[in-house]
Every structure is written in structure tokens, then in C-alpha cells.
């Protein structure tokens, strides 16, 4: 029987929140910025040393004029990502934004920080300056979605917190198919993406296909 989870991912505009999912999901890398209009869902379903675990992922907009959709989207959350740009100073600084906006709704979940593009070479947020994660008691990954470095510890850790168990593991399935990173941590067996532009709740609908 198959365990059921759902995050939420927030952040500024253009820090490579849909990319991040979407290179775990495909392998692809998507070069040109597409920004995400409310929300996009996605259902990901990760093999693990428990069985299955399915996640209701939602992609939340980074543009501040569609925060009102924000209490919405959030409810029901288990677990929370916050992704910012190590390029870029002001979506670092606005992570205090989206950590209060997002414990608003829902108070005691794990929460993960994740620093996006470590690849470039002009780094505007060094690792040292990186410390709102100890003040709000989150988990921080530094990643490369361009290079896969990394991608899968957000979801591993959310997951060993939510179920309560450090040994959880993630199983690679090999059957010839390429999802990218599946090798390195475990097999999506299924994907469904939605995008949600006007505040439709239909995450039953989504979990139940």
C-alpha cells in the first residue's frame, strides 16, 4: 500500500523550482525560463525500502501578486521547500518571507532550504553567509538542477522526517528506462502534471489517478 504525502515547493521567480522537479521526474534540463502561473502539481512516486511513497507535489508561483492563492495551495501540507538562487542575494533574503508566509498556514512541518545553481561560478550567496536555516530549524541541501548534484537529498530527508524514520531509503528499479537521477536514488513510477491558475482545489482528483 502505497504512502501518501504531500509538499509544497515556494520560492522567488526564476530560482528553478518547476526545473528542479522536473529534471527528477525526466532527466531533462529546461534551459529557457517558463514562469509558473498559481501552481503546478505534480504526483511523483518514489520505490522505497517501506514501498511506495507518493507525493502530491505543488510548485507554487514566486510572483508576490498571486500570495492571496497562498493559504489555498499551502493546506494539507506535510513538508515544505524553499528554493533560492546562490546567484542572486534578493531571493536569499526573501526566503524569511516565504518561511512566514508558508508557517502561517501550516505550523510544524519539516522544511527544507535548498540553494539552487551552485554550478555558477559567480556565486552572489557563499555558503557562509547562508544561515537562516539554523534560525528557523530547516534543513539545507545546496544543488545544481543543471548537473544533477544533489537533487534527490531534499525529498530523502523530507521523507525519513514526515514517516519519522532515518533509515529510509530510496531503491533504484532498473528497467531500462532513463529518468535521470533514478539511479543514483530510487524509481518514479508515475507522473501526472496539472497547472492550476485560478485557485482550483482538486488534489483529491490528482492522488486518486
Not at 184 to 200: A, P, T
Amino acid at each position: 500500500m502505497s504512502i501518501e504525502i504531500k509538499i509544497v515547493i515556494i520560492g522567488d521567480f526564476c530560482v528553478g523550482k518547476s526545473a528542479f522537479l522536473k529534471r527528477i521526474l525526466t532527466g531533462d534540463y529546461e534551459k529557457r525560463y517558463i514562469p509558473t502561473i498559481g501552481a503546478e502539481v505534480y504526483k511523483i512516486s518514489f520505490w522505497t525500502n517501506r514501498g511506495n511513497i507518493d507525493f502530491c507535489v505543488w510548485v507554487m508561483a514566486g510572483q508576490d501578486k498571486l500570495s492571496f492563492l497562498s493559504e489555498k495551495y499551502y493546506a494539507g501540507a506535510q513538508g515544505g521547500m524553499i528554493m533560492f538562487d546562490v546567484t542572486s542575494k534578493m531571493t536569499y533574503k526573501d526566503v524569511d518571507k516565504w518561511y512566514r508566509d508558508l508557517i502561517r498556514v501550516c505550523e510544524n512541518i519539516p522544511i527544507v532550504l535548498i540553494g539552487n545553481k551552485v554550478d555558477v561560478k559567480d556565486r552572489k550567496v557563499d555558503t557562509e553567509m547562508i544561515s537562516c536555516h539554523r534560525r528557523y530549524n530547516m534543513q539545507y541541501f545546496e544543488v545544481s538542477v543543471k548537473y544533477k548534484f544533489q537533487i534527490e537529498k531534499p525529498f530523502l530527508w523530507v521523507c525519513r522526517k514526515i514517516l519519522g524514520d532515518p533509515f529510509l531509503s530510496f531503491i533504484s528499479q532498473v528497467d531500462g528506462n532513463d529518468f535521470g537521477v533514478q539511479r543514483c536514488f530510487g524509481g518514479i513510477r508515475d507522473m501526472n502534471f496539472f497547472n492550476f491558475q485560478n485557485g482550483i482545489d482538486r488534489e483529491q482528483e490528482i492522488m486518486k489517478r
